[in-house]
């Protein structure tokens, strides 16, 4: 039995054979993986990058092979015992929009995805080392979706009311845009435009968009697509920064067309930089893309949002 069909077997089953030993040595080949993406030349990391992916995913298995699973045609949901119901609601809707998201960037997946439901967010955040102010409902890690069980964050009542609140504003829809970006860029796509076209997308199939505020940015100014690149995550202000990259892919598909956001993840997947991709499709570098959209938004308004933001 290979290394993957024992990792799939366990998964199945929520029977551990002893995978400690499997649990170190991915560990280590991982750690050799991610050596590798940095050192390597372009043309080979991306066949790292699948490689990592691949370590990940069976780590992942191997580290949860206790907990029992539900499969479908695309996706492996590893739940705790006492999820059960929510564990089914996030296996349908993650088959309910995957042809959407897949057909919309030519992505096939050869193997099923896997995706880990979490009974608390103490334990969601513990996981990425969150502080416990984070209240996300979900997030995409390596080849992985992790998301909060519904029934933690949804009021208890109807269980089809609770199914049809997940589906139109739980996070399965925005993190399989994020994990679907990032297998066909193969990693190289900069974090503010992975998460703009998550939310577009997101937008699209489920009509949720993050709230609206009561100021624009003449009140305050937008954040550097650059700055945003390199410290996404300690912008002071987040709200702001997902709202600018929602914004910047709706600028993308209404002054260029929805074409535009494929023909820069071709460049993109081919390990051309954004900058690169923006010239070469829209004839313009970043800075330039920035001012233009800054002049778009003046124009028509731009709010912020009010409301804490529940997916990375």
């Known amino acids: 039995m290979s290394i993957t069909s024992f990792a799939n077997h366990q998964m199945l089953s929520g029977k551990c054979l002893s995978p400690s030993v499997f649990v170190k040595f991915f560990t280590v080949v991982l750690t050799v993986i991610i050596a590798l993406l940095i050192r390597v030349p372009s043309e080979i990391r991306g066949y790292a990058r699948s490689l990592f992916w691949e370590a990940s995913r069976i780590q992942v298995l191997l580290n949860t092979c206790d907990m029992p699973a539900l499969a479908g045609e695309h996706f492996f949901v590893k739940y705790n015992k006492d999820d059960l119901e929510g564990a089914r609601i996030v296996l349908k809707t993650a088959e309910r929009y995957y042809n959407s998201v897949a057909n919309d960037y030519d992505f096939k997946s050869t193997k099923p995805l896997v995706v880990v439901v979490y009974s608390s967010r103490q334990e969601l955040n513990g996981f990425f080392g ?16 992790r998301v909060l069980a519904p029934q933690v964050w949804i009021l208890p009542g109807d269980p089809a009311q609770m199914e049809s609140v ?45 709230g609206g505020g009561d100021y624009s940015l003449d009140k305050k100014s937008p954040y550097d697509f650059r700055k945003m690149d390199r410290d996404f995550d300690n912008l002071p202000d987040q709200v702001l920064a997902y709202r600018q990259c929602f914004s910047a892919i709706q600028y993308l598909e209404q002054e260029y067309g929805p074409d535009s956001i494929h023909q820069i993840l071709n460049v993109l997947a081919g390990g051309g930089s954004i900058s690169k991709a923006m010239d070469k499709v829209l004839g313009v570098n970043l800075e330039e893309f920035q001012s233009d959209w800054e002049s778009w938004v003046f ?3 731009f709010s912020k949002q009010s409301e804490p933001l529940q997916t990375f």
């Open 130 to 145: 969150w502080p416990a102010s984070i209240s996300a409902m979900g997030a995409y890690h390596a080849g992985v979706i």
């Open 166 to 210: 997940f589906m139109n504003s739980g996070p399965m829809a925005h993190e399989l845009t994020h994990l679907v970006l990032d297998k066909v860029t193969e990693g190289n796509i900069p974090r503010w435009f992975t998460e703009g076209v998550a939310q577009n997308e997101e937008y699209k199939l489920t009509g949720f968009q993050f």
């Open 299 to 301: 124009k028509r308004g």
